[in-house]
Nanobody, 128 residues
Framework: QVQLVESGGRLVQAGDSLRLSCAASGRTLGDYAMGWSRHAPGKEREFVAAISWKGGSTEYVDSVKGRFTISRDNAKNTMYLQMNSLKPEDTAVYSC?????????????????????WGQGTQVTVSS
């Protein structure tokens, strides 16, 4: 079992930056591919960013490319999402997730249903 706890979400203005953190416990974070998703009111949960278990490979949804950066520090059992140039449409609950290294899964997991453990989420609100 992996327990994940997000932090760092808050109300900001358009153009501001935020860094979200995801702290893991229970298992070594380095055993898992990790990712961030977001869920806005009235919309489906959306994949945002993913990172391989060593951090060498990353993927992003098109709408955040060039603005968001995912990273991880396995020694600290923590993953991050640096969000720059925030827009009102980035407003959502952001959740981190871990994907177990099962046979057939890619090293960078961009499909939400392939994540096995989820945090409770942290609210990011971007005002215009």
């Amino acid at each position: 079992q992996v327990q994940l706890v997000e932090s760092g979400g808050r109300l900001v203005q358009a153009g501001d930056s935020l860094r979200l953190s995801c702290a893991a416990s229970g298992r070594t974070l380095g055993d898992y591919a990790m990712g961030w998703s977001r869920h806005a009111p009235g919309k489906e949960r959306e994949f945002v960013a993913a990172i391989s278990w060593k951090g060498g490979s990353t993927e992003y949804v098109d709408s955040v490319k060039g603005r968001f950066t995912i990273s991880r520090d396995n020694a600290k059992n923590t993953m991050y999402l640096q969000m720059n140039s925030l827009k009102p449409e980035d407003t959502a609950v952001y959740s981190c997730a871990a994907s177990a290294p099962l046979a057939g899964r890619p090293v960078v997991v961009t499909t939400i249903h392939q994540y096995d453990y989820w945090g409770q989420g942290t609210q990011v609100t971007v005002s215009s």
